[in-house]
């Protein structure tokens, strides 16, 4: 089977609906818009959230409480399986090294997570460590250094 070779299944592709072209197409004189009002009319748009005139239900709910979303700390994440891809020549693993290498996109709070395995020993400067990364680096002779 190739992409070029695939057909649709009968009745999955539908013609072009063609409106305003006379009443025996049956999307003649309103073209489809039904009667008048505001969405009859060209260039019209109703806003999200309007309900016709009632009180809408964003409205109506109440706004109270916290959140915390923008005072929240932003953690690039890496596995203790992915330090295990780095270059041999790599002793100290810290944020902007991972960024040079591609493993993670922003210098930002790095945390190390303990998914794979480690074969070799690394000093790794994070702001967190889980409970199985800090052990895994440090079973091998590593060192896990919060910063």
């Known amino acids: 089977m190739r992409l070029h070779t695939l057909k649709n299944v009968k009745g999955a592709v539908h013609r072009k609906k063609r409106i305003g072209c006379g009443e025996g197409c049956g999307h003649g004189k309103t073209s489809a818009r039904g009667g008048k009002g505001q969405t009859a009319r060209s260039g ?20 109270r409480g916290f959140s915390n979303y923008e005072f929240r700390t932003n953690y690039a994440i890496i596995n203790v399986g992915d330090l ?26 790095l945390k190390v997570l303990g998914d794979g395995g480690i074969s070799r020993s690394l000093k790794v400067k ?8 800090k052990a895994k680096i440090e079973k091998i002779g590593g060192q896990a250094i919060i910063v």
């Open 44 to 63: 019209s748009s109703i806003r999200p959230g309007f309900e016709g005139g009632q009180m809408p239900l964003y409205r109506k709910l109440p706004h």
């Open 84 to 109: 295990a891809s780095l270059d041999e020549k790599v002793t100290e693993v810290t944020a902007e090294t991972l960024v040079q290498t591609g493993l993670i996109r922003s210098d930002t709070a």
């Open 126 to 133: 994070a702001k967190k460590f889980s409970k199985s990364a």
